[in-house]
């Protein structure tokens, strides 16, 4: 006992802490060893069984109209990770909204928005099958048109009929150009007062010019009309590079499984093995000095 | 300053954030001084507490002012009240874990009579320092110019001419910082004196810092660090009663001294980026040092009160997601990232970000975007409980000198640290720290065994727990 009460110096407190634990693990080697392996090649065996997850992240350009956005990118965000929102893709994809079932949970629980740029949403989502990621991409797209489509339709609506209006109106303007036409022609074929006839003349021109600048302006508005409609400011919600996408196993792989659980087997027999060392460490201690 | 608070008629709304933060200031005020060692182990958390509570009460209160770093303007409202409610948990966890009944528990284990033996592991450790310290003066003097001659910021310096050790110094320096203050204390347990080499070495540490561009902030955190060790030591002496020893019996002077000399290189490192670096001066460099003093430390906090508490627009899966899923920058802080995408314009945020800089705050935003208005404040209860009762182990661990322990607990209480302070909670599902976390507990199981082995009976029934004392202790 005489050892206990006397000083310990430092490399006797390292080296017999280092001994002790050496000891420990010396004494439990069989266990420390094996346990871990063991645990290791279960876990490997149990997550083979485990089917894999499939996932994907898809960029989605959020459509416009006459270049306006028709839902602001926050507003997307938020849309797809509401539980509404999710809910909808279930139905969509006719996969059961209340239940167990794992590619409803998988996809429910994965679906997740984020802003990309300004125009553009990042869009996370998991599923048991390549089919099911591809095809709950789709459906975000479907549902996020849908939305669009309550504002964008009144707005196509109001440009459709302004069209026709102005369709409408390049007819008639075309007629009354034909028929303008056809008068100036009628007179210069009837003899007739030559003054009488030169004044005619004068009015019809004079009428026909008038009838082209309008025509003129009309076509100049169905053109920007039409433009407004062009591919370039008016457009859906796309998924970008839809069909270069290939969804990845996204699981945790089989032997990241049997490491985890090997090294969290051989902590917990480490510790074990500490815990049933003796406390004797100070007659070994005697013995090194 | 604005009245608009009071002729909107929110005078009880003013009143009511002004009550939270004096009682908050008020308790880490009477910390200091009634109980001025758990003052000093805390010192990093209470001090960064007070900074921000006086800035959300000034955005509280003076708002709506602009924030430059927001490009919006912020405030008034009460977003003071459940920051200060946060705070107050963190604290009562700490005093509960701290109670008096508790730290005397620490000293009724015997001390194990440690001494100086054939390797002295203060020698070999104030060696190893030493090398490092001389091969990172000499890295800065070959590797280019020096910052503070130079009138270059620190965060140019870094990715252009900081070589290796300027980067792991930077990466591990609070952690030195915190050893060095632990062997600097150790001499005392035994009745010695300070092991003021190590003073020294922090103080060389501090003026490498300095040189290169480092100001306020640097300062403060090694420094917190540094002291923590002085505060167990502090709490040990309080606990054992007048009878003890002063631990700070005629060094008064070397104190005043070296506060001095800390005060006077803060004061000069911050005039001298403000005025020199980035040469600001007269009206724009009063409006720069106030929004970096008053605005800065509370703008994102008030940011997520408005989100959160105000629009009730929270989603802790979203959240979740990008904090721990798929960050922005998964080596850094993403808690700081994902409130800057909150808000900020995404493309400036992420201009923000991918340059290396970072808004200040995190904590408690963090656990109210995960949890909501109410699951906010349960997830700062637990996360005040787990921090309490780490730090109490760390403080035993000093206290008792389980400095094996103390050496492999200290990565994970710089990033509990960091979480307490800047929200961090990224670094807690890395591998790394599950590694770290293992190896303390198996070094703490290890070093509790054998201790209380070599704990023999007469030792521990002798009425004075401290041995008599011998020289200079040597761990």
Redesign the interface.
């Known amino acids: ?1 005489s050892v ?11 080296g ?2 280092l001994m ?2 050496y000891r ?1 693990v010396r004494r439990n080697l069989l266990l420390v060893i094996i346990l871990p392996v063991v645990v290791a090649a279960l876990a490997f065996a149990i997550a083979r069984q485990f089917p894999p997850v499939y996932g994907a992240q898809a960029s989605i350009r959020l459509g416009r109209f006459d270049g306006a956005e028709l839902m602001s ?1 926050q507003s997307a965000v ?1 849309r797809i ?1 509401s539980p509404t929102f999710k809910q909808r893709a279930l139905q969509a994809m006719n996969l059961p909204v209340v239940g167990k079932d794992r590619a409803a949970q998988l996809v429910a629980g994965s679906l ?1 928005a ?5 125009d553009m949403v990042a869009v ?1 989502v998991n599923a048991p099958t390549v089919q099911q990621v591809r095809q709950a991409l789709d459906v975000t797209v479907q549902l996020l048109n849908e939305e669009q489509d309550r504002i964008r339709q009144p707005l196509m609506a109001d440009i459709n009929e302004q069209l026709a209006n102005i369709d409408a109106n390049i007819v008639s303007l075309s007629q009354a150009r034909d028929s303008l036409s056809a008068a100036a022609k009628a007179i210069e074929a009837q003899p007739a007062d030559p003054a009488s006839a030169g004044f005619r003349t004068v009015w019809l021109l004079d009428l026909a010019s008038r009838n082209e600048q309008r025509l003129t302006i009309a076509k100049a508005e169905r053109h920007a009309m039409v433009a407004r409609l062009g591919s370039w400011k008016t457009y859906p919600t796309t998924l970008l590079d839809g069909t270069f996408l290939s969804p990845r196993v996204v699981s945790v792989s089989s032997a990241r499984i049997a490491i985890v659980a090997g ?1 969290a087997m051989l ?1 917990a027999c ?2 074990y093995a ?2 049933r ?6 007659r070994k ?1 005697a013995g090194t000095d | 300053v604005t009245t608009s608070w009071l002729a909107s008629g929110s005078l009880f709304a003013a009143l009511l954030s002004v009550t939270a933060v004096v009682v908050s200031l008020a308790t880490s005020l009477w910390i200091v001084r009634r109980r001025p060692g758990l003052g000093m182990v805390f010192f990093f958390f209470l001090f960064l507490f007070a900074w921000r509570l006086i800035s959300v009460l000034y955005i509280d209160l003076a708002g709506p002012l602009f924030s430059e770093q927001l490009e919006r303007d912020i405030g008034p409202s009460i977003s003071a009240l459940p920051i200060a409610m946060s705070q107050w948990l963190v604290i009562a966890a700490l005093l509960f874990s701290f109670r008096p009944s508790r730290l005397q528990e620490l000293l009724c284990e015997t001390r ?11 020698e070999l450790a104030f060696w190893a320092v030493v090398a490092f310290t001389v091969a990172l003066w000499i890295e800065l003097l070959v590797r280019g110019p020096i910052p503070l001659f130079a009138g270059m910021e620190r965060f140019d310096y870094t990715p252009a001419y900081g070589g290796p050790l300027h980067v792991r110094l930077l990466e591990w320096g609070p952690m030195l910082a915190l050893q060095l203050g632990v062997f600097f204390v150790a001499p005392t347990f035994r009745n010695g004196a300070f092991g003021r080499r190590f003073a020294v070495l922090f103080a060389i540490l501090l003026l490498y810092l300095f040189l290169v561009g480092h100001r306020f902030s640097s300062f403060y955190l090694y420094s917190s660090f540094f002291i923590m060790p002085i505060g167990a030591a502090l709490l040990g002496q309080q606990v054992r009663g007048p009878h003890a020893r002063n631990l700070f019996s005629g060094t008064t002077l070397h104190i005043a001294m070296a506060g001095t000399a800390f005060c006077l290189l803060v004061i000069v490192a911050v005039a001298y980026s403000y005025l020199v670096v980035r040469g600001f001066e007269g009206a724009e460099l009063l409006s720069k040092l106030s929004q970096r003093i008053l605005v800065q430390q509370g703008e994102m906090w008030w940011m997520t009160y408005e989100r959160v508490f105000v629009q009730g627009d929270w ?1 802790g ?2 959240a979740a ?2 904090l721990f899923v ?1 960050p922005f920058n998964p080596s850094r802080n993403s808690t700081m990232h994902y409130l800057m ?1 909150l808000g900020l314009p ?2 400036r945020a992420h201009f923000i970000i991918g340059h290396g800089s970072a808004y200040a705050g995190g904590w408690p935003e963090v656990l109210f975007e995960l949890g909501g208005p109410t699951g906010g404040f349960v997830l700062t209860a637990l996360s005040a409980i787990i921090f309490s009762k780490f730090m109490f182990l760390v403080v035993r661990c000093i206290v008792q000198e389980r400095f ?1 322990t103390c050496f492999f607990l200290t990565p994970v209480l710089y990033a509990l640290s960091i979480y307490i302070v800047a929200g961090m909670v990224n670094s807690f599902i890395q591998v790394t720290f599950a590694i770290k976390l ?1 190896v303390a ?2 070094v703490y ?3 509790d ?8 009976a ?2 521990a029934s002798s009425p004075d727990p401290l041995p008599a004392p ?1 020289k200079e202790l ?2």
């Open positions: 006992m206990e009460q006397g000083p310990i110096s430092a490399d006797q407190y390292v017999g802490l002790f634990f420990a990118l938020a990770n997740t984020r802003s990309e740029t300004s996370t090294l902590l480490i510790l500490l815990m060392e003796p406390r004797g460490g100070h201690l | 194990l009579p440690l001494s100086e033996g054939r390797l002295g592991l203060s989603n899966s979203v997601y990008k798929e995408e995404i493309e094996v293992a507990l198996v199981v290890t070093e065994r054998w201790r209380s082995g070599l704990v023999a007469p030792l011998s040597s761990i």
